[in-house]
């Protein structure tokens, strides 16, 4: 073989600092976060660190070991404590369902690893609360995974609005709308919010647009809720009929300490609708508006500026380098995908761990992911009393 004017390579040469990364849950997230913890080193610019996968852990050794191979871990767990145990692990990240959420956070807390949870915290309120607790004894970092904050055009809302670009907020409106259950005839087992942990479309996808408005508006103090299941039974595969008592809708009035109103809505009935979250702000100065299906634009409308003169919205694609979040390789107008919302998330956590930065603002911590938490309970409760109910009554 020729190899004349080949240079190699010395890879023991260490260019960046490295961190140790394990996984609990190779389903979706488990292979959603593997594939961005691997793209942080080609796509950021400047990465904090490069991850390394040291460990993925699940319980089908078959099916472990194959994603394992895929993702390039240096091995695998079938029992979830021994990956919080692993002295080379410093990050764990729990990819696990809803329902398996506290007990792996907690221990890994215990042993000292700082710990990225999947949205939702908990089911449970008072199982937030004690992860929150056990955070600030340990004093590791947390993340609830709350990636949304993490795509360039929200992280631009958030910019203009602190900016104060919208003026006085008014009015937020957000949905965030799927199909899964649209049809009665769709089997239990594909109606993700009605099987498994049963979370219903609140817990499930509600969080996400509850953790913007907290993000992008202000706390809120007092909300209504309504929650509904329109089909109250379905069929699992083998044709037994299950009753479903999760919401399959949900709506909700928000109050904000700012003097905002909002509303929400949640819904996996929406015939037509894969995944589309959307929201739009109105402020006394300008608006905004978003659509996860078009995530790379935000449009904008201001009443200040030489843009004000256009007096129409402006559809911005968020893709330029001036804009947050665009320290990847692409050039403007190279849109970046969905799952680059998690390759900016689990960066800015590595970023965190390494050089000891807060998480919040723009990191959903464990206290926030409480928070999220509260209203999700606070909606549960005016659902079923029918009355409008103060965030306040949920503090100790
Ligand atoms: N942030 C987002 O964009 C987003 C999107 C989808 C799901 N989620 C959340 O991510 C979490 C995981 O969802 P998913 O869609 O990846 O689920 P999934 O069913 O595809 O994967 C769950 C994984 O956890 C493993 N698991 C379950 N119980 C376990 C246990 N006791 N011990 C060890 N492993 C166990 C399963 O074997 C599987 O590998 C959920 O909390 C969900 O709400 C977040």
């Known amino acids: 073989m020729n190899l004349n004017g080949f240079y190699p390579i010395d890879y023991s040469k260490k260019d960046l600092p490295e961190i140790g990364i394990g996984v609990l849950g190779y389903g979706f997230m488990g292979q959603t976060h593997s594939n961005a913890f691997i793209k942080i080193p080609f796509t950021c610019a400047h990465p904090a660190a490069k991850p390394i996968l040291i460990a993925l852990a699940g319980r089908t050794s078959q099916k472990v070991e194959y994603t394992a191979r895929r ?14 145990q692993d002295p080379r692990i410093d990050i764990f990240d729990n990819c696990t369902p809803d329902d398996q959420h506290f007990l ?39 993340m609830c995974c709350y990636n949304y904050r993490f795509l360039p055009a929200v992280r631009l809302a958030r910019q203009l609005i602190e900016q104060g670009v919208l003026g006085k907020i008014y009015h937020f409106r957000a949905k965030y709308l799927q199909q899964a259950g649209h ?22 996808i509600g969080c996400h647009i509850l953790d913007m408005a907290r993000f992008l508006v202000g706390e809120v103090t007092a909300l209504s809720g309504l929650k509904k299941t329109f089909i109250p039974s379905r069929k699992n595969l083998n044709g037994e009929i299950f009753p479903v008592s999760t919401d399959e809708g ?25 995944n589309q979250q959307g929201w739009e702000i109105n402020g006394s100065k300008g608006s905004l508006v978003f659509d996860l299906e078009d995530l790379n634009h935000l449009q904008i409308y201001t009443t200040e500026g030489p843009i004000s003169t256009i007096q129409g919205f402006s559809n911005v694609s968020v893709t330029d380098p001036i804009h947050p979040l665009q320290a990847v390789y692409l050039p403007s107008g190279h849109n970046q995908g969905w799952e680059y919302g998690h390759v900016n998330a689990l960066h800015h956590f590595i970023d965190c761990v390494l050089n000891h930065k807060p998480v919040e603002p723009y990191g959903a911590t464990f206290e926030d992911g409480y928070q999220v938490q509260i209203l999700i309970e606070a909606i549960n409760l005016s659902a079923k009393t029918g009355k409008r109910v103060e965030i306040k009554d949920f503090y100790d």
């Open 71 to 84: 993702f390039g871990y240096q091995g695998y767990y079938l029992d979830w404590k021994l990956l919080a």
């Open 250 to 274: 949900t709506i909700a009035l928000l109050e904000f300490n700012n003097g905002a109103i909002g509303t929400l809505e949640s819904s996996g009935v929406c015939t037509g609708r894969k």
């Open 183 to 204: 049809d009665p005839n769709t089997p239990l087992e594909k109606v993700w919010y009605a099987h498994g942990t049963c979370s219903g479309t609140l817990l499930g």
């Open 104 to 142: 792996p956070s907690m221990v890994a807390m215990e042993n000292g690893k700082h710990v990225i949870c999947e949205k939702p915290l908990t089911l449970k309120l008072d199982e937030a609360k004690q992860m929150v607790r056990k955070a600030r004894e340990t004093g590791v970092k947390t």
